[in-house]
């Protein structure tokens, strides 16, 4: 088995995932839900959020580790495309994504790692799906995923399954969980076994 | 007798000529002096690696169609043994690599050594992919973690990717502005071989076209083709293309204005007697001289050559009603015989270039020269028939005629335009001389442009600067490369150098290789220290057995040589390490080189034999320096050598000027035409003034020529003119060809010769020569006495 580029994407267009749903929209008043509150209007909602920033924790759980590796970070977001995770603990890492160019800054000499994302057309799938629902992009999201919505709009919960055979080899599913514009979790679980939560607790200074 | 001599010397010739190899490689035509890094490299040229390139585009689409067309191209090519490589940026381009390198990590990777193993070093291993797993990298290392926990592999593809690659769009390599899809190709056959060239050319246009038809939304698509092959082929057609037709062309001009003239086709054919025994002695001296004949040096000595048809050119016409060719002959003979020798003097310091395409022009010339002119003379007379005159020529001299009547305004005309062109020539900005190589060469301008453009597009380095060094068997080239790539790791970390590829990266020599086996531990020992490593990390006990096997196949695997690396590393390979005579040398390719002073110390400084840092840009500049540097040495020599010739065959300062005065105002006239609007003068006009001198020079002394009456003085410029008619034609429809060489040597040929023949009509011309001749009298049966003494007389 070898390992190619592509695994370097996968992982990328995952931390990009994960980048792409922390973005979190401001509380604002919403509306009193309404009875036909559904996709259409939550990713209006969606789409309304200029900017966002967090602090977030992820829980990774591996096949090849006996116990769980936890990091935590920030994370930004501005619309409608440039996402940014920064790890602290336990060691430092940059990501960002802009547009299709990734930039990973890792490692105590801070290396800087540059690639462009459509060089892997199967993670492009995984990051579109993520990055459209930040950018409340139904059309878009529905092209890659069957979506699915349950809950109120007070607490929400989206489920993305892959609508492409090779976008399902490296991923069951994603499962973004939120309140109003909010996005609080994201929890994605590997085709391999492995699964990885993440909370998100958003900077209530932001702008919106 | 004549006859007998002239039969002869044409078979023993014909025979040299049979057995002459004839080459076309620029290596043949470099400097005898050359260095083997110049030898090396240009056989690089044809030969290397970067000589299977095949670079394409696909535009006029949306990006989604243009990236299905790729998709679909690149399948299909993929399925055809000539392509080594289809590379368009999708998932399939170079899996066979890294599949390679994955199998072989373990002989391949410079990390391997004993101190990899030990308990201490497999702890801090495992310490590192636990960071990494936990960072944005975790996927992919938790993909090759099992199989590869001292991470042989990222450290490896790092060293052999060299270059990123485009941009991506729809999985396929765009341009940065998303207007055109790419593809890099290596063909199986070098560019040089243009045959196989041209079949893969021929099968990717095919799988473009069945791409397009097997797609909706098409019609507009284009497919862009570059590279050394696509050249080679290109080059091929136009050569024999403009070759054929412009050949014929003017043939057929050429043909049509001697059949007006002579009015019979044996003595048309006759006129071409000289140039062609000219050429085939000319063959066969070169060849004796110098065991073989370039392709350049054929193609342009016929070309320096062709004055030989204006001797006969001279002979026929200047023939009166009544006359004998033989008579005419004799009176003409001095003329010929001073023009035929300025020519041949012109010529002649070519000889001594150091270029061996240059000497071989130069004797070329001069045996052609002599042997045609030595055919007119003595050959030619028993061949054209007793009766024969040049029935149509009279209306050719008529316009020259009005100049020669009009002398003093022509003489002030010439003097105006000779001064405005010395004046156009001192404000040229820049230089005259065209310092850039690539105007030499024979791909238009335009193909160049789009060869830039699709290599800057993919990402190919136009490779220029080289690590070189020689070795006596490949085991010690590829030792000493390991060697080589320390120093130059070193020069990349200090930033003189981006980046570099040396053989041993893709073959380790033997002994590195079997020292790199006996550093893998055995099974047990392996498994012991790895598990004291695991201590206290939370990685499963069973998650590392693929190390394990791994480790112990490769500890006694088969070890790598050239035939088993994959296609596109073996071209690499072989493009790195060459070989040459008894010995290797390796030829380092190196990437970005930020201090040529400090890499080149740091080269030289090494303990290699022959080890050396070569810019190839500057190589080239330095080549074509030189080049330049001896082509106007050797005009000047040349120049000189005729002014000598002419004072001694004319005996009067005051007659070398009225024949070179000429020459010097249309050579300027027609550099300062030339280089009107910013042009440069390249290599080739050079040689094309040297041509102007050499046939101009024959029109001045038919000028300067005491005639004895008007009506020789009448059948002398008209045979001037219709030589004249013929050159311009044939070099004017030369200048009408794409090759750079044809078109310059053309173009500088046409307007020069054109020139001369009105400058020597109004400058050379004699003063007392224009008198009525004096009613029913034959004309050359009473010699001006004035003339009779210019003629004989010293001065």
Known sequence: MSLSRIGVGLSVAICVGFAATTPLAKSQPTTAISADWGLPQLMQELADVKSASAQFTERKTMRVLTAPLVTSGTLAYTAPDRMQKTTLVPVREQFVLDRDQATIVSGPDNQIHRFSLSEFPQITGLVEGIRATLAGDLPTLQRFYIVELRGAPADWQLLLRPRDARLARFIKWIRIRGSQDRIEAVATKGSNGDDSEMSIIEDSSDAR | ?795
């Open chain 2, 1 to 795: 007798m004549a006859l007998c001599i002239w039969l002869l010397l044409m078979i023993v010739c014909a025979a040299i000529v049979i057995r002459t190899p004839v080459r076309t490689d620029m290596a043949a035509f470099l400097p005898r002096s050359s260095s083997l890094a110049q030898q090396t490299l240009a056989e690089q040229v044809s030969k290397g690696a970067a000589s299977h390139l095949i670079l394409l585009a696909i535009a006029g689409a949306s990006p989604s169609t243009l990236s299905a067309l790729s998709k679909s191209m690149a399948g299909r090519l993929r399925q055809n043994a000539a392509f080594i490589e289809v590379a368009n940026g999708d998932g399939e381009s170079s899996i066979g690599v890294r599949e390679f390198v994955w199998r072989n990590r373990y002989l391949l990777s410079a990390d391997v050594t004993a101190d990899r193993f030990t308990v201490a070093a497999l702890h801090a291993a495992l310490e590192n992919d636990l960071g990494l797993l936990g960072s944005d990298l975790g996927a992919l290392v938790q993909q090759s973690l099992p199989s590869d926990p001292t991470g042989e592999l990222p450290t490896l593809l790092d060293q052999l990717g060299g270059t990123k690659g485009p941009s991506h769009r729809d999985g396929v390599w765009f341009s940065a502005e998303g207007d055109r899809a790419l593809l890099l190709i290596l063909t199986r056959a070098a560019g040089f071989d243009i045959d196989a060239q041209q079949r893969a050319l021929a099968l990717i246009r095919k799988a473009f076209t069945q791409a397009r038809q097997a797609l909706s939304g098409t019609e507009t698509v284009r497919l862009l083709e570059s590279g050394p092959g696509v050249f080679a082929v290109r080059t091929r057609d136009t050569t024999k293309r403009d070759a054929t037709r412009l050949s014929l062309l003017a043939v057929a001009l050429v043909a049509g204005l001697l059949t007006f003239a002579y009015r019979s086709l044996r003595v048309l054919l006759l006129g071409l007697l000289p140039v062609a025994s000219g050429a085939i002695a000319a063959f066969a001296a070169v060849s004796l001289g110098f065991g073989f004949v370039h392709g350049v040096t054929l193609g342009f000595g016929v070309t320096l050559i062709g004055e030989s048809v204006d001797y006969t050119i001279y002979l026929f016409t200047q023939t009166a009603r009544g006359d004998s060719a033989r008579d005419t002959l004799m009176r003409i003979w001095p003329t010929l015989r001073l023009g035929a020798l300025t020519s041949i003097v012109g010529f002649s310091a070519m000889l001594f270039s150091g270029f061996v395409g240059f000497a071989q022009l130069g004797l070329f010339s001069i045996a052609g020269l002599i042997v045609a002119a030595g055919v007119t003379r003595f050959v030619l007379p028993h061949l054209v028939p007793a009766e024969f005159f040049a029935k149509g020529t009279e209306p050719l001299a008529r316009p020259l005629l009005a100049v020669v009547r009009h002398r003093a305004a022509s003489r002030f005309f010439v003097a105006v335009v000779a001064f405005l062109a010395i004046v156009a020539l001192a404000s040229h900005r820049d230089g005259f001389w065209d310092e850039t190589l690539s105007d030499l060469s024979p791909i238009p301008a335009e193909a160049q442009a789009l060869d830039r453009t699709l290599r800057h597009d993919l990402g190919v380095p136009d490779l220029r600067d080289f690590a070189v060094f020689k070795a006596e068997n490949q085991e010690r080239a590829l030792e000493g490369s390991a060697v080589l790539a320390v120093a130059l790791r070193r020069l990349v970390r200090q930033r003189k150098l981006g980046g570099f590829d040396v053989p041993s990266q893709i073959l380790p020599s033997e002994e590195t290789q079997q020292e790199r086996q006996a550093a893998l531990p055995a099974s047990e020992t392996l498994r012991n220290r790895f598990d004291q490593a695991r201590a206290g990390l939370p990685f499963r006990s069973d998650t590392f057995a693929p190390f394990f096997r791994d480790i112990t196949a490769a500890k006694t695997a088969p070890l790598l040589t050239p035939a088993n690396l994959p296609p596109v590393l073996r071209l690499r390979l072989d493009s790195m390490l060459v070989r040459r005579g008894d010995g290797w040398v390796v030829i380092a390719p190196l990437r970005r080189v930020a201090d040529p002073g400090g890499v080149a110390a740091a080269i030289t400084a090494m303990r290699l034999p022959g080890a050396a840092y070569v810019d190839l840009g500057q190589e080239s500049g330095r080549l074509l320096q030189t080049f330049q540097n001896e082509a106007v040495l050797l005009v000047s020599i040349g120049s000189i050598a005729i002014l000598v010739v002419l004072l001694i065959g004319l005996r009067s300062p005051a007659r070398v000027v009225a024949v070179s005065a000429p020459l010097a105002a249309s050579v300027t006239v027609t550099a300062a035409l030339l280089t009107l609007d910013g042009g440069k003068v390249s290599i080739f006009q050079i040689v094309g003034f040297l041509l102007i001198v050499a046939v101009g020079s024959n029109y001045c002394l038919f000028f300067e020529r005491p005639e004895h009456d008007v009506n020789e003085r009448s059948r002398s410029i008209a045979s001037i003119a219709l030589a004249n008619l013929c050159t311009v034609s044939a070099y004017g429809l030369m200048s009408l060809s794409h090759i750079p060489v044809l078109h310059d040597i053309g173009m500088t040929v046409a307007i020069g010769t054109f020139l001369s023949l009105f400058f020597a009509a109004a400058i050379s011309t004699r003063g007392a020569i224009m008198r009525p001749a004096i009613a029913g009298e034959r004309g050359r049966n009473a010699p001006w006495p004035g003339d009779e003494r210019d003629h004989l007389s010293s001065p």
